[in-house]
């Protein structure tokens, strides 16, 4: 049996023993309501009840899912957040597996929202390789039917653009005639340096980000 998504109550002291019980492999899937440092304390607690209750319950093999480059942005509370789920995981008593993803396409419009206006959409030329959701719970389900990787597995879109190429293309596609400015020191990402946040060496995912936006 396949664990199923931990709910609200799983991420509490409560709730933990029974979500997981009768499960051979638990998936967790839950995250943070803030990308701040307060994620921090979130990953911390719910990591903790969570293997806790799963070595209670005789789990065979947990799995998480992360970020590629996690740990070599710092900067990023949220990625610091992720990088410490991701050591609590591997110092745990349970066989695990970490797929970790490139960004989600799903996720661009909330990046170009962060720094836009009426005329213009300010975006950093950070690297970016975007992965489709659903291509993700797809690496996510074979990971968790297979044997425990002990380690990480990085999954990606197959093409890497810049973020404000990607915006560009986006703004495009929609018929929307703002402007996107290169600029960077715009939004979260500008502080990735290097292509940290494309997919080197990972499993190449099916769609194309223009197909997804089609």
Partial sequence: MVGRRSSAADR???????????????????????????????????????????HRGGVGHFVILSIVGAEQVPELDYYRAKALQEKLLAAGPIPYSIVRATQFMEFVDAAMSWTADADTVRLPATPIQPIASKDVAAAVAEVAADAPLNGIRDIAGPEAFTLDELGRITLSHKGDNRTVVTDPTAGMFAVVKGDVLTGKNAHLAPTRYTDWLS
């Fill in 12 to 54: 509490t002291t409560f709730g933990t023993d029974e979500a997981v019980a009768g499960a051979d492999v638990v998936v967790n899937l839950t995250n943070s309501p803030t990308f701040d440092e307060a994620s921090l304390a979130f990953f911390q607690t719910s990591m903790d009840n969570l293997l806790a209750a799963a």
